[in-house]
């Protein structure tokens, strides 16, 4: 078996190391299909056991059977910027459990709204200093698509929380020019 580890440490290494444009390309697609109503399946051709159960709440006319769309969104954008702390995390050797992820988004529910602000608190257990912590959130912020992809559109802040404590955070959008960093 593979030493998970080392593939994590390596596919960071080449992403952040390889610059070469034409084969740094990446293309996924999301298969989606109706299965009644407001109630949808949709998978990854390249992820055959991801099925996603898609759908609206039943005060929204949906039946109730699956996450809706925003929750899939705001899900995505979490978890990718979570799933980046977690290999930056192995591949540094930092002394952290990461323990989950909470996200919050603002939004105006009219036709022609979209989402103002978007807040993910990742949660973690273990030792780190600030100066880590700034650099570990920099370093995961920079290598999450989603994260950067957002940041381009809508104001997106990012908390480390350790043992109960922000250790740091960071707000960043079209609106905050580039933000400073601050501690926690």
Do not use: K, W
């Not at 105006?108 to 880590?132: K, P, Y």
């Not at 570990?136 to 990012?158: D, G, K, N």
């Amino acid at each position: 078996m593979p030493d998970r580890d080392a593939i994590i440490a390596e596919g960071i290494r080449r992403r952040e190391e390889h610059r070469d444009p034409a084969t740094m390309r990446g293309v996924d697609r999301i298969e989606i299909t109706v299965a009644e109503g407001l109630s949808y399946e949709a998978r990854n051709p390249h992820e055959p056991d991801g099925a996603m159960r898609v759908g609206e709440p039943i005060d929204r006319g949906g039946d109730g059977s699956g996450a809706s769309p925003l929750s899939h969104f705001l899900t995505g954008a979490g978890s990718c910027l979570l799933n980046q702390f977690v290999r930056v995390a192995i591949t540094e050797r930092l002394p952290l459990r990461f323990l989950g992820a909470s996200v919050r988004g603002e939004f105006r529910r009219e036709a022609g709204g979209r989402f103002q602000r978007i807040a993910c608190e990742v949660r973690a257990t273990g030792s780190i200093d600030e100066a880590a912590a700034e650099a570990l959130m920099a370093r995961a912020e920079r290598l999450c698509y989603v994260h950067q992809t957002l940041v381009a559109a809508v104001e997106v802040t990012t908390a480390l929380v350790v043992d109960g404590r922000t250790v740091a955070r960071h707000a960043d959008g079209p609106d905050l020019s580039r933000a400073p960093r601050s501690p926690g």
